[in-house]
Nanobody, 122 residues
Framework: QVQLVESGGGLVQAGGSLRLSCAAS????????MGWYRQAPGKQRELVAT???????KYADSVKGRFTISRDNAKITVFLQMNSLKPEDTAVYYC????????????????WGKGTLVTVSS
């Protein structure tokens, strides 16, 4: 069973920083693209940032220059460093990844974490 487990959410004042982590667990063997999405109350889920296995990154315009995505391929973990946080960054942040398992190392499925809440107070 392959799972993604997020951590690092919480309450922070505007202008502050948080670092989110998402680790693959269970029988995860390898990963291709990994990323973060978020969903604010009453809004659709939106892309925040993605990173390929080779390290190429993509960011939503709203977070460029403030957020940094990175990954540890050996640990199948992805990080999101969030600086200069704004109240509009308040959302549940979801980790997403293309993962293969030890049982099927050449087949990559798409997986989601359960989400971690980030609240930015003004």
């Amino acid at each position: 069973q392959v799972q993604l487990v997020e951590s690092g959410g919480g309450l922070v004042q505007a202008g502050g920083s948080l670092r989110l982590s998402c680790a693959a667990s269970g029988s995860a063997f390898s990963s291709n693209a990994m990323g973060w999405y978020r969903q604010a109350p009453g809004k659709q889920r939106e892309l925040v940032a993605t990173i390929t296995q080779g390290g190429s990154t993509k960011y939503a315009d709203s977070v460029k220059g403030r957020f940094t995505i990175s990954r540890d391929n050996a640990k199948i973990t992805v990080f999101l460093q969030m600086n200069s946080l704004k109240p509009e960054d308040t959302a549940v942040y979801y980790c997403n990844a293309e993962l293969s398992s030890y049982e099927s190392p050449l087949y990559f499925g798409n997986y989601w974490g359960k989400g971690t809440l980030v609240t930015v107070s003004s």
